[in-house]
């Protein structure tokens, strides 16, 4: 069992930085991904990282914003140039496949992101 706990979300204006952490005992066994959902939108992937850190995955829309890393037992999130559509509750989830393909078994609360003027 693991259990992910994310952090970091608040308030932001248009343009702002974030950063979110997802975090957890045993967490660098897995292949950490992370999500976002807006209100009355499907749940969508926007970043992975590898078990081995030998692999990324950056949606599109996020690409050269978006920056994801390893520490120990964490995975962070560095969120630059944020839109006010990117509003969403922040999942982070984990996964045994090294390629972040695989269903992803483990989920956290969520964190809360909103990017208002």
């Known amino acids: 069992q693991l259990q992910l706990v994310e952090s970091g979300g608040g308030l932001v204006q248009p343009g702002g930085s974030l950063r979110l952490s997802c975090e957890a005992p045993g967490l660098d066994a897995y292949s950490i991904g992370w999500f976002r959902q807006v209100p009355g939108k499907i749940r969508e992937r926007i970043s992975c990282?590898?078990?081995?850190?030998?692999y990324t995955f950056y949606v599109e829309s996020v690409k050269g914003r978006f920056t994801i890393t390893r520490a120990k037992n964490a995975v962070n999130l560095q969120m630059s140039s944020l839109q006010p559509n990117e509003t969403a509750v922040y999942y982070c989830?984990?996964?045994?496949?090294?390629?972040?393909?695989?269903?992803?078994?483990?989920w956290g609360q969520g964190t809360q992101v909103t990017v208002s003027s």
């Open positions: 990282i590898s078990h081995s850190d030998g």
């Open positions: 989830a984990a996964t045994d496949d090294e390629t972040c393909r695989a269903r992803y078994k483990y």
